[in-house]
């Protein structure tokens, strides 16, 4: 679900008539949903209409400052109270510990904290709980904010497992990386080059009133978000929505490949279809396969594909298990695009690092290992494999390919991006590897396969 580009504003112009405790209501419930593991995204989509924009807006900013308001709140009540009072409770601190960041005065957010509180069967009796402790941090709000300081917690608003694998990980760099993780992503667009140009887009932009620039071949970044149906033939496939990073997936496959002959190309965990989609507008010949192991997520793929015009065989089924679904001949070209933490798209949604836990890195690193050996022998000698995660871990990325090249000495490692970082310019230093600026964090390998052994 895209982002509201403000932040404020957004809250405070999605429904005027709605009070804002019904807001926090819905705010605290996505908060208490998601720290028992629940997808925020699909939490927002379930909100009414009137409510869901508001609450999207403050849902954001919860998540980016959840770390700093669990450790105030630790400050305010040493025991933790009941779920639902706690996410309210941290609901009001994060956004309100910093008034540059307050979407409202501190003050109106305290009282309608409250009145959340009472207006809700599950937290009235805490409702006097919780004044007392808005009222005490609104008066030692400062020293408050001090003791937390030192917090790694507070300080950057992951969980502390996520930092220090950043640490091991990134030791030079992980302090940027997390700064960029707390600021909210562009929107971006990929231009559908067999129906119009980057600088043609851009002049239709310009027309509606939408700005923006140009971005890496394909892609162009909006100056401020806009729904869809804003933008010029979107329904018709001139464009779609996608990171500059995953724009980076399709060419490096076909690089050094005949896109003029009829390809066979495997898009392996091919949902919501993205990446099939640029498939197809760079390679319109192209005979692609894409899989995804939820026939609900297919849906969306094919969905996808109809509004870009193209065609794809769209199967649900699980990529490591081919005797389901494999009809026995050789790809020309695999893209796997490998199920993993999602440490790098954390700006996009936030509340991915408060979803995952620290051995979730290995269990899905495992499972990344499992299909690159299954399907590996599905490509052709002389075909190419990319493959990707939208991971800043390296056991989900260098690590991964370096162990798969030990063991398969008919891979050849090509030229490839390889960790690309997410960056957001001018407040944080640059990191390494990041090729096309603003964008994702995202792990790349180009493999090909010897022709002879």
């Avoid at 305290?110 to 599950?122: G, I, L, M, P």
């Avoid at 690089?255 to 390809?263: F, H, M, R, S, Y």
């Avoid at 990325?397 to 991006?417: C, E, M, W, Y």
Wanted: charged share 20%; hydrophobic share 45%.
């Amino acid at each position: 679900m895209p982002e509201t580009p403000s932040k404020a504003p957004a809250a405070r112009a999605a429904a005027p008539s709605l009070p804002l405790w019904r807001l926090l209501q819905g705010t605290a419930s996505v908060v208490a949903a998601v720290r028992s593991g629940r997808s925020m995204t699909a939490l927002l989509e379930a909100q009414s209409p009137a409510l869901r924009p508001g609450v999207q807006a403050l849902s954001f900013q919860v998540m980016r400052w959840l770390g700093r308001a669990q450790a105030l709140r630790a400050q305010l009540a040493r025991k933790a109270p009941p779920p639902s009072v706690d996410a309210l409770l941290c609901t009001a601190l994060a956004l309100c510990w910093d008034d540059a960041r307050a979407p409202y005065s501190t003050f109106t957010l305290v009282d309608q904290t409250v009145e959340a509180a009472r207006q809700n069967r599950e937290t009235r009796a805490q409702a006097n709980f919780i004044n007392a402790c808005l009222r005490r941090f609104l008066r030692e709000r400062t020293d408050l904010i001090r003791a937390t300081d030192d917090d790694l917690l507070a300080q950057w608003n992951h969980p502390l497992w996520w930092i220090r694998q950043l640490q091991k990980d990134h030791p030079d760099h992980w302090q940027a990386i997390l700064m960029a993780s707390q600021s909210p992503a562009p929107m971006t667009l990929r231009v559908n080059v067999t129906r119009s140009t980057v600088p043609e887009y851009l002049t239709q932009l310009k027309a509606v009133g939408v700005m923006g620039h140009a971005v890496g071949r394909y892609g162009l970044e909006l100056s401020k978000a806009v729904p869809v149906h804003q933008l010029p033939q979107f329904e018709q496939g001139v464009v779609s929505v996608q990171d500059a990073a995953a724009q980076w997936a399709a060419p490096l496959l076909l690089q050094g490949l005949d896109t003029a002959t009829p390809l066979r190309i495997l898009d392996a965990c091919a949902a919501p279809g993205g990446k099939t989609g640029h498939l197809l507008e760079l390679c319109p010949e192209a005979q692609v396969v894409a899989l995804d192991v939820d026939a609900a997520r297919c849906e969306r793929v094919t969905h996808n594909l109809e509004r870009l015009q193209v065609k794809a065989q769209v199967i649900a089924a699980d990529a490591a298990q081919p005797d389901s679904w494999w009809d026995g001949q050789l790809f020309d070209a695999i893209l796997l695009d490998a199920p993993c933490t999602a440490s790098g798209i954390v700006r996009r949604h936030p509340d991915v690092r408060w979803l995952r836990r620290e051995s979730d890195v290995a269990q899905l690193a495992a499972i990344q290992a499992r299909l690159l050996k299954t399907l590996w022998p599905l490509l052709k000698p002389g075909g190419q494999m990319v493959y990707c995660t939208c991971s800043i871990f390296l056991a989900e990325g260098h690590r991964q390919i370096q162990t798969f090249l030990k063991h398969n000495t008919d891979a050849v490692f090509l030229a490839s991006p390889g960790h690309l970082m997410p960056q957001n310019s001018p407040i944080t230093p640059t990191v390494p590897d990041n090729q096309a600026g603003e964008h994702d964090g995202f792990y790349y390998a180009r493999l090909q396969k010897r022709t002879s052994s």
